[in-house]
C-alpha cells in the first residue's frame, strides 16, 4: 500500500519507518527542509534507539522516502497520514491547530479524485477536529471521495519502535466501512500478532488519546504526592507502590515518585483536556487538579535541593546529571529540569550540567549554564549534584571518584536509583523521592513515636 505521512517529527518518522518495515511504501513528507534533506543524507535528526537502523534499511529497499513536496506522494496514497505538532496554545492551554489544518488544505490540493484516499489523523486533536477536517477537505475538493479517520498514536519516546511495532491496541475512529478496511490493511502485520484492533466513533477515538493521558498524569501525581505524605511519615513511597501496585486493579506501571511529569504530550493534553471539558460545561476537577499538583511540584524540586545543601544556594555550584523529560530521548519539552534550573538560579546557584542526548536541545530551552561533557566532568568543584532523568548512565556511579571531585559530597537523588545506605556509607549526605523522613516529623507520628518510647 502506498503511505504519505504528513510530518516527520518524532511520531510522523517514527510510523513511517514501521510502516514501512511492515512492507507499506512509505513517503515522509516535512515542511522543514532542513529536517529532509537530513534524512536524506541518512542523518536521523532526532535521537531515538534503533531509529537510524530502520531508517536505513527500508530507504536501502525502497520503501521509505522523504521529500518537501507533498503532491505526488498524497496523489498517489491510499492513506494520508497527518503527523505535525499539535502544541498549547500561547495565552490559553487550548491544543494548537494551525498545524493540523495548514497540513488538511495542503493534503486536499493534493488528492485523487479518481479512488477513495482516507485521511488519517494520528496527531493528538481535541475531539471534533475529524469532522472539522472533514468539512475543510469537502470544502477544498467537493465530491472528491475522500474519509477522515481518527487513529491516535500511544508510543513512548525512548520505546517508539517496540512501541509502535507491539502497541498494546490499535484505535480506530471511523464508522466508514471501506476506511475500517484500508486501515486494517495498513495494521494487518499487526492482526497477524492479535494486537487488538478497537474500532470507535471518531469523536470516541479522539478522545480515548486525551483520556489515556490525563489518567496516566493522574497516576504520576497521585504517586508523587504519596511520596510528600512518605517524608512527612517516615514511611517508603516505593513500597507503597509496589504494595498498591501488585493489585491487578492498579498496576505496577507508572507509579514511580519523581519530579513531577513533563514531555511533549503529557502537560500539553491536559490542559487541552481541560479547556475542552470547560468549554462543554463538564469540568475535568481531577485533571485541573492534577496539573496544578504538578506546576507546583517541578518548581518545589529546587527547594529539596536547597534544603540538602544547608538553606542557602547563593555562591554554590548545582551538578544537573540528565535534562530531558526521560531516558533515552533528545527531547526537552515541558521538562521538569527546565523549572528545576530555574528555580536553583532564582536562589543564586551557578548550574554545571549533562545530559547525554539532550545538550544541543537543552541549549535552546535553558540559559546560563555550564555544558559538560560527562558526569564526572559535572560534578567536579559542585556542592551538589542532581540526578534529575535516569540515565542507564548515571546508575553506577563511581562515588569514590565523586567525593574526591566534589566540594561538598551530596547527592538529591529525584528518580530514587540509588538506595540510602549505599550512598551514605561512602560518604555522601543523600535526598530522594518520599523513601523514609526527610524533613522533621509530622506531629502525629511524633506523638506516637514519644508514646511508644515512654
Ligand atoms: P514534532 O514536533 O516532533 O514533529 C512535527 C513535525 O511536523 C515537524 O517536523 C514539523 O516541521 C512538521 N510539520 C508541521 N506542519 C507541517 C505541514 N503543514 N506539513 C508537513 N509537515 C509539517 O511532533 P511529534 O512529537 O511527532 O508529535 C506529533 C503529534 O503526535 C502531536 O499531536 C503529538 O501530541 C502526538 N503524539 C506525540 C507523541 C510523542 O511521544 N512525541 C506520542 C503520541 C502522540
Redesign the pocket.
Given at each position: 500500500m502506498k503511505i504519505a505521512i504528513?510530518?516527520?517529527?518524532?511520531?510522523?518518522?517514527?510510523s513511517g519507518a514501521c510502516l514501512a518495515d511492515f512492507g507499506h511504501e512509505v513517503t515522509c513528507?516535512?515542511?522543514?527542509a532542513d529536517?529532509i534533506e537530513r534524512l536524506k543524507a541518512g542523518e536521523i535528526?532526532?535521537y531515538e534507539p534503533g531509529l537510524e537502523e530502520l531508517v536505513a534499511r527500508n530507504v536501502r529497499f525502497k520503501r521509505l522516502g522523504f521529500t518537501?513536496e507533498?503532491a505526488e506522494p498524497v496523489h498517489e496514497a491510499e492513506a494520508v497520514f497527518i503527523?505535525?505538532?499539535?502544541?498549547s496554545r500561547r495565552g490559553d492551554g487550548h491544543?494548537d491547530l494551525t498545524?493540523?489544518y495548514?497540513?488538511v488544505r495542503?493534503v486536499a490540493a493534493a488528492l485523487n479524485p479518481d479512488r477513495l484516499t482516507v485521511v488519517v489523523d494520528?496527531?493528538?486533536?481535541p475531539v471534533g477536529t475529524g469532522d472539522e477536517v472533514e468539512w475543510i477537505l469537502r470544502e477544498e475538493r467537493p465530491g472528491v471521495p475522500v474519509e477522515v479517520v481518527s487513529n491516535?498514536?500511544?508510543?513512548?519516546?525512548g520505546a517508539?519502535i517496540a512501541d509502535f511495532k507491539r502497541p498494546d491496541r490499535i484505535v480506530v475512529g471511523t464508522e466508514d466501512e471501506d476506511a475500517r478496511e484500508i486501515m486494517r490493511e495498513v495494521y494487518r502485520p499487526l492482526f497477524l500478532n492479535e494486537t487488538p484492533i478497537l474500532f470507535t466513533s471518531r469523536r470516541t477515538a479522539e478522545l480515548i488519546?486525551y483520556a489515556g493521558n490525563a489518567f496516566l498524569a493522574m497516576k504520576i501525581t497521585f504517586i508523587n504526592e504519596m511520596a510528600d505524605l512518605c517524608e512527612r511519615l517516615d514511611a517508603d513511597v516505593q513500597d507503597v507502590a509496589l504494595g498498591i501496585g501488585l493489585d491487578g486493579r492498579i498496576g505496577k506501571k507508572f507509579l514511580h515518585a519523581g519530579p513531577g511529569y513533563g514531555?511533549?504530550?503529557f502537560p500539553?493534553?491536559t490542559l487541552a483536556l481541560i479547556k475542552t471539558a470547560q468549554d462543554c460545561d463538564s469540568p475535568m476537577r481531577l485533571i485541573e487538579t492534577t496539573v496544578a499538583i504538578n506546576d507546583q511540584r517541578k518548581r518545589a524540586m529546587s527547594r529539596k535541593v536547597l534544603q540538602a545543601t544547608g538553606g542557602d544556594l547563593r555562591g554554590k555550584t548545582v551538578a544537573v546529571l540528565g535534562l530531558t523529560f526521560k531516558p533515552n530521548t533528545d527531547?526537552m519539552?515541558d521538562s521538569p529540569a527546565i523549572s528545576l534550573i530555574q528555580g536553583l538560579q532564582d536562589a543564586g546557584a551557578t548550574i554545571r550540567a549533562f545530559d547525554p542526548e539532550g545538550m544541543d536541545e537543552a541549549a535552546k530551552v535553558i540559559e546560563d549554564i555550564e555544558c559538560c561533557t560527562d558526569a564526572y566532568q559535572t560534578i567536579t568543584g559542585a556542592d551538589v549534584a542532581v540526578i534529575v532523568t535516569e540515565w542507564d548512565q548515571f546508575r553506577a556511579l563511581d562515588f569514590e571518584r565523586m567525593r574526591k571531585s566534589m566540594h561538598e559530597p551530596v547527592l538529591v537523588d529525584l528518580r530514587n536509583i540509588y538506595t540510602r545506605g549505599d550512598v551514605e556509607a561512602r560518604g555522601f549526605r543523600y535526598v530522594d523521592v518520599g523513601r523514609g523522613r526527610q524533613l522533621p516529623a509530622a506531629p502525629m507520628v511524633r506523638d506516637n513515636v514519644q508514646r511508644l518510647r515512654a
Open positions: 504528513i510530518g516527520s517529527g518524532y511520531v510522523g518518522l517514527v513528507i516535512d515542511i522543514n529536517r535528526p532526532i518537501t507533498m503527523a505535525v505538532g499539535t502544541p491544543a498545524y493540523v495548514r497540513a495542503d494520528k496527531s493528538t486533536v491516535p498514536e500511544f508510543l513512548r519516546e517508539a488519546k514531555g511533549s504530550c500539553k493534553d527531547d519539552r
